[in-house]
């Protein structure tokens, strides 16, 4: 008998979350920049090329900080070719994928680009071929005020008043070998240690994040976090982790479980974070960024064409069930919102991403926008320690697999209450019987899911098959409120205190 019971209690709370969970990444990768959020010439765009089109969805999505410019991308990345004018700026050798890049579009593109989009810059600095030197003098470009060649050139080119950028990454993946100028956990923390320095000499109010081992599954993981973060600690502020679910192996049940690992992995970093602490004696606690996750897998192995600019490259075409995952795994976020501070879906456009585009024509909502753009919109204040218990289910991989998957918010007020459920078993509606302890006046408004699809259903520019469906109000009986999850769906019911 399949069933799942939810109990919530409005002290019970896991953290506050932190806004910047709701994060995405633009890379130079691909389409993401070029033929996603900038193209000249495409009839919606400004008159700084940005695509209007695109930016309204991004808009949709609330999201308050993107990652830039990379990725892969960034550990080549000479940030001054990307500034000043255009005709000036040099056609370079992209390596991290094949590609060329023609600095078009650079630092200060993208700093107007945020403004426009109504989203604050995450930048990463090039610690793979570069280092230090080049990090602070970005730092310098983008956050003095004026008076040095470097504040200077940017009140010439691009803009007077200083970016302020808060957010930095120390590099990316540095631990993976597919990474320009990556190193050992002891080179990097050395590295990553004196960057961060001389960053914050720059500019004091700046928090900087530390390079996570680039996955879970990677031989150094683990040790990386505890050696580079060891040697790091007192100039940094976050640690990194990346993570992409793939479903290699069409083994549907098995995929709709991965959120599971997203759980592990979590769990695994935070203790890799607090044995440093311990080790150290110190009051100073690191948090998370999870600043690449994402399910990644269709678009394994396209061709394109070497060297061309902004190829068809990662352009995953995503399906019902990879919108469940996505609502699972931002579930787990939600559930340790106590240390996951920071978390950015790869990519925002073209690139893995909730939003697709064709080079002049449409852009249009893939399905793993909607589970992320409700948890954006609603998702905002203090997410609850829900109890839980459900019936279970094993894979090849994995074991007691939770048939339901939840977490809980409560609005900063304390008037709204919101529940995403994703109900993972793929033959069976399950009835979720959530207890509300103390949540007197509270009554159900709105009852949103994704269901009735095929796993493999998609979204076009021409027709979106994957879409919320509105249901019909759940029943609540004293402080039993009973919702029933279609199998194979991810749901979202939102409760709102009386005002009488
Ligand atoms: O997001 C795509 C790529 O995945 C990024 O460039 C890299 O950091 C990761 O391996």
Same mark, same amino acid.
């Given at each position: ?60 999505? &609330? ?14 990345? +000479? ?8 005709? +000036? ?38 610690? #793979? ?7 602070? &003098? ?8 004026? #008076? ?47 960057? %961060? ?15 996570? %081992? ?25 640690? %990194? ?12 049940? +098995? ?46 192995? !396209? *061709?394109?064409?070497?060297? %061309? ?55 249009? *909502? ?28 094993? !894979? ?9 998957? !939840? ?39 709105? +009852? ?11 979204? !076009? ?40």
């Amino acid at each position: 008998m399949k069933f799942a019971k939810l109990t919530l209690a409005s002290d019970y709370k896991i953290g506050k979350i932190d806004k910047r969970v709701y994060g995405s990444f633009v890379e130079h990768l691909g389409r993401c920049v070029y033929g996603g959020i900038y193209e000249p010439g495409h009839p919606s765009s400004d008159e700084n090329g940005f695509r209007e089109d695109v930016l309204e969805l991004i808009t949709e999505l &609330q999201v308050p900080i993107v990652r830039y410019p990379g990725g892969n991308f960034v550990s080549g990345y +000479n940030w001054e070719d990307g500034i000043g004018p255009k005709e +000036n700026r040099p056609k370079r050798l992209e390596l991290a994928w094949g590609t060329l890049e023609t600095n078009e579009f650079g630092t200060d593109e993208f700093m107007k680009w945020c403004k426009k989009a109504g989203t604050s810059p995450m930048m990463a600095v090039n610690l #793979g071929t570069r280092g230090p030197d080049e990090a602070r &003098q970005l730092v310098e470009y983008c956050n003095h005020a004026g #008076g040095t060649y470097l504040s200077d050139l940017r009140k010439k080119y691009a803009s007077a008043l200083p970016y302020d950028v808060k957010l930095w990454c120390l590099g990316n993946e540095m631990d993976g070998p597919w990474q320009m100028g990556s190193k050992t956990a002891v080179e990097y923390g050395r590295t990553a240690y004196e960057a %961060s320095k001389l960053m914050k000499w720059v500019d004091p109010s700046i928090e900087t994040v530390l390079c996570g %081992s680039s996955g879970w599954h990677m031989k150094t993981f683990g040790e990386w976090e505890t050696t580079a973060l060891d040697i790091a600690y007192d100039t940094v502020d976050y640690v %990194s982790m990346h993570q992409y679910h793939s479903n290699a192996d069409e083994y549907l049940e +098995n995929f709709l479980a991965k959120g599971v690992e997203t759980d592990s992995f979590i769990e695994s970093v935070i203790a890799a974070l607090d044995y440093v602490q311990g080790k150290r004696h110190t009051k100073k606690r690191i948090d998370i960024s999870f600043d690449e996750w994402n399910v990644w897998y269709h678009s394994n192995g !396209t *061709k394109f064409e070497k060297w %061309s600019k902004a190829p068809h490259i990662l352009e995953d075409v995503y399906n019902f069930a990879d919108a469940l995952v996505v609502g699972t795994m931002l579930n787990s976020i939600l559930r340790h919102s106590d240390r996951v501070k920071i978390a950015c879906l790869a990519q925002l456009v073209n690139v893995i991403a909730p939003i697709m585009t064709e080079d002049g024509g449409k852009a249009w *909502k893939q399905t793993i926008f909607y589970p992320f753009y409700y948890a954006s919109k609603y998702a905002r204040g203090y997410a609850l320690q829900g109890i839980t218990e459900t019936s279970k289910y094993d !894979t090849r991989w994995y074991s007691d697999v939770p048939d339901v998957d !939840t977490s809980a918010v409560i609005s900063e007020d304390g008037e709204e209450l919101v529940i995403f459920a994703v109900n993972r078993d793929i033959k069976d509606s399950i009835t979720l019987e959530t207890k509300l302890c103390d949540f007197e006046g509270f009554v159900p408004v709105e +009852n949103i899911a994704l269901q009735d699809c095929d796993a493999e259903d998609i979204n !076009t520019k021409d027709c979106e098959k994957v879409k919320p469906v509105s249901k019909e109000l759940p029943e609540l009986d004293g402080k039993m409120l009973r919702c029933e999850l279609k199998p194979m769906s991810w749901n979202m019911i939102r409760l709102v205190k009386r005002k009488d």
